[in-house]
């Protein structure tokens, strides 16, 4: 059991260069989420999912795109890379109860550095 | 924003000692939930705590939580090296069905 894989682990990035972030889970989970993570801010929810082809707005969509075609991958683009978007992306799964969120697994990170 | 808060942001004690992190939150919840992140790793789950429960236990750690005050507790005793990283609580709203995470608190236990 892999849990939450993300793919690249680091990227530098000029400005107005694209990219797309794989994120991958092995456990069967409906639900995935993308975030960010800038020092002293926490996380904060770009986009989400509650399953295959569906997907939401977080807190902070603007500048990229999401797409779930497969259950176990959810895919977070850059069409245009700002230096704004330098920043640790992680991504999640987890299952959702019917009374609440569920615990979330999280990816290890990628360190993505915009010039 | 609906964002929780973690006070204290940071908190510094000797091997051996308490811990105890505290969130604040907005508006009724499902759950709420404790998460630590290791630096420069992704975040693990601690605790979830549901909003008709008062504490829960999981080895060393406490959470309560205070619904007439919107505010949750974590208390790690008898505090380890091992046990230096963040800690972030995160709140599951009712109505939807993602976590807000708050800022964190960052711990640092010396040997």
């Known amino acids: 059991n892999a849990g939450v894989t993300q793919t690249p682990k680091f990227r530098v990035l000029k400005t107005g260069q694209s990219m797309t972030l794989l994120c991958a889970q092995d456990m069967n989970h409906e639900y995935m989420y993308w975030y960010r993570q800038d020092p002293g801010m926490g996380l904060r929810l770009i986009h989400y999912s509650v399953g295959e082809g569906t997907t939401a707005k977080g807190e902070v969509p603007d500048g990229y795109n999401v797409s779930r075609l497969k259950k176990q991958n959810f895919l977070l683009g850059l069409e245009s890379a700002a230096p704004s978007q330098t920043s640790v992306y992680f991504c999640?799964?987890?299952?959702?109860?019917?009374?609440?969120?569920?615990?979330?697994?999280f990816g290890p990170g990628t360190r993505l550095t915009v010039l | 924003s609906q964002q929780g808060e973690e006070d204290p942001q940071a908190l510094s004690i000797q091997e051996g000692e308490n811990a105890t992190m505290n969130c604040s939150y907005k508006t009724s919840i499902n759950n709420l939930q404790w998460y630590r992140q290791n630096s420069g790793r992704g975040l693990v789950h601690l605790i979830l705590i549901r909003s008709n429960e008062r504490e829960k236990h999981s080895g060393r750690l406490r959470v309560t939580l205070d619904t007439s005050k919107k505010s949750s507790s974590l208390l790690i005793t008898a505090s380890r090296a091992a046990d230096t990283a963040s800690y972030f609580c995160a709140t599951d709203y009712s109505g939807y069905s993602t976590l807000t995470f708050g800022k964190g608190t960052m711990l640092l236990v010396s040997p």
């Open positions: 999640a799964s987890s299952t959702y109860t019917g009374t609440g969120t569920d615990t979330q697994y």
